[in-house]
């Protein structure tokens, strides 16, 4: 069973891993919302380094405002940029139940 639903708002963790990772720097410690989840997979970190990548992980699409990721935006309020995340990089954000 999925942990988040479509638009649960997410926040985006700084897990502090060197090496092969997914996670870009400029999305790290940003609040967004599900868009969907996509399923479960192999851990990639762990497949990167020739591990099992068990247990599967939970992915999601998370939905970011580029107003929120870039400070000196100069788009339309709406714009959005989708990013798919595994489960262990997010936590509910502030004030999300």
């Not at 990772?21 to 479960?40: N, Q, T």
């Not at 990721?69 to 309020?77: H, I, M, R, S, V």
Request: with cysteine; aromatic share 12%.
């Amino acid at each position: 069973m999925p942990r988040f639903s479509p638009g649960d708002r997410v926040h985006i963790e700084d897990l502090g891993k060197p090496g092969h990772i997914r996670i870009p720097w400029y999305v790290r410690h940003k609040d967004g919302a599900i868009e969907r989840y996509c399923g479960s997979y192999p851990n990639p970190e762990d497949l990167a380094y020739a591990r099992r990548g068990q247990p599967s992980v939970d992915l999601y699409r998370v939905r970011l405002r580029q107003i929120d990721l870039w400070p000196d935006y100069a788009g339309q309020a709406q714009d959005t940029l989708d990013i798919e995340v595994y489960d262990h990089w997010l936590s509910p954000a502030e004030g999300s139940s």
